[in-house]
């Protein structure tokens, strides 16, 4: 079985440009997560999905970043424009359904180096 | 509000030594607990999960953690160290309200083993 994939794997684009990162998630998985790694910080959560419905979006830090789930399969998150502040590592993680266990851990992919120059 | 803390942004040990991570949390409601590593060029990988059952967890590789709710802490163990041990590691806690499904991440602790 595929686990959790994210492409590309690095990105470096200019300040101003628009970039757009997808994630493959396990296939049944209903809950898509997005978390971010800026640079000697910890991974803060960005946003979550049930199936295509955003469920949570608390994390997401500014309306230049844009997530989507088309049809509940894969996802993509947009920047634009991107800042130099945007760098990081981006990282997708997939949950089975809630109804089956609360506590069922992520699987998480390998994650996005965004390098904002 | 909910938070991990990783105590030592870099531990080094010995091949054959003990290795000792340390993690605590803060929390109003019992936790759930994971630990997270990260090799290197690769994805976060589960290593245990604490999840009200069990208080000493056993995990992949020869790690373990232990539930502590009198010192809010989930320490991760291994007896001894190996070099391929060397990797990123991640304390996460996610919470039992009906809300709060996403995982909040310790800073990481980067273990290096020396020959």
């Known amino acids: 079985e595929a686990g959790v994939t994210q492409f590309p794997s690095h990105s470096v684009i200019e300040k101003g440009q628009t970039v757009t990162l997808r994630c493959d998630p396990i296939?049944?998985?209903?809950?898509l997560y997005w978390y971010r790694r800026v640079m000697g910080k910890e991974i803060k959560f960005l946003l979550h999905?049930?199936?295509?419905?955003?469920?949570?979006e608390s994390g997401m830090p500014n309306n230049r970043f844009l997530a989507e789930r088309t049809g509940g399969t894969y996802s993509t998150l947009k920047v634009q424009p991107a800042e130099l502040e945007d760098s990081g590592v981006y990282f997708c993680?997939?949950?089975?359904?809630?109804?089956?266990?609360?506590?069922?851990?992520?699987?998480f992919g390998q994650g996005t180096r965004l390098t904002v120059v | 509000a909910q938070s991990v803390t990783q105590l030592g942004s870099h531990v080094s040990v010995s091949e054959g030594a003990l290795v000792l991570l340390r993690c605590n949390y803060s929390?109003?409601?019992?936790?759930?607990l994971f630990w997270y590593v990260q090799y290197p060029n690769q994805g976060l990988q589960l290593l245990l999960k604490?999840?009200?059952?069990?208080?000493l967890v056993k995990g992949i590789n020869g790690f373990e953690a232990e539930f502590k709710k009198s010192e809010t802490s989930f320490h991760l163990t291994k007896p001894s160290a190996h070099m391929s041990d060397a990797a990123e590691y991640f304390c996460?806690?996610?919470?039992?309200?009906?809300?709060?499904?996403?995982?909040?991440f310790g800073s990481g602790t980067q273990l290096t083993v020396l020959p």
């Open positions: 993680a997939s949950s089975p359904s809630l109804r089956q266990a609360f506590n069922t851990e992520a699987f």
């Open positions: 296939s049944g998985h209903d809950n």
């Open positions: 999905f049930v199936k295509e419905s955003k469920q949570d």
């Open positions: 929390s109003s409601v019992p936790p759930y």
């Open positions: 604490y999840t009200s059952a069990a208080t």
């Open positions: 996460a806690v996610t919470f039992s309200s009906g809300s709060a499904r996403q995982l909040t």
